[in-house]
């Protein structure tokens, strides 16, 4: 299970220094292989491969007005190694759709991470902390903590 933010930079031709506290365990799951994708939220996911593959078979299933989300998820999922310095190139057109430019944050969301432009990423968590405490209350019903 992947947790906690990592603020990270993108070198020159963008690649992502995995953080040393996940890349055994990727290497474990995965053999390093990933998969790269966009998400309607602004930001990128990156998956393990062998979590991925569930992911997309049911992603595979929608149909209908749901297909939409399945091209945009699917059809933009790039798979990626790891190297022998735990870096993987984030590719160029998702870095585009999800705005990343040098400063990331590499966020830790059970099976998978999210990837966000770094502002963008601070500013979520600001809104989220600005909520209206009802409003909160409401958002997390059911949740325990």
């Not at 995965?30 to 998400?39: E, F, H, P």
């Amino acid at each position: 299970m992947f947790s906690g933010v990592s603020s990270l930079n993108l070198d020159s031709k963008g690649r992502l220094a995995i953080p040393a506290k996940h890349r055994d365990t990727l290497l474990a799951q995965a053999q390093g292989k990933l998969i790269i994708t966009a998400d309607p939220a602004g930001c990128l996911l990156v998956y393990p491969e062998t979590a991925w593959l569930p992911i997309r078979d049911q992603l595979n299933q929608l149909t209908g007005a749901k297909a939409n989300i399945r091209r945009f998820i699917v059809g933009q999922a790039e798979e990626v190694e790891m190297d022998a310095s735990g870096r993987v190139l984030v590719p160029p057109r998702l870095r585009q759709v999800a705005k990343l430019d040098k400063e990331v944050a590499l966020v830790g969301m059970g099976n998978k991470f999210e990837l966000w432009d770094d502002a963008r990423w601070i500013a979520t968590t600001e809104a989220i902390m600005g909520m209206d405490p009802q409003e909160l209350e409401n958002n997390m019903e059911g949740i325990l903590l």
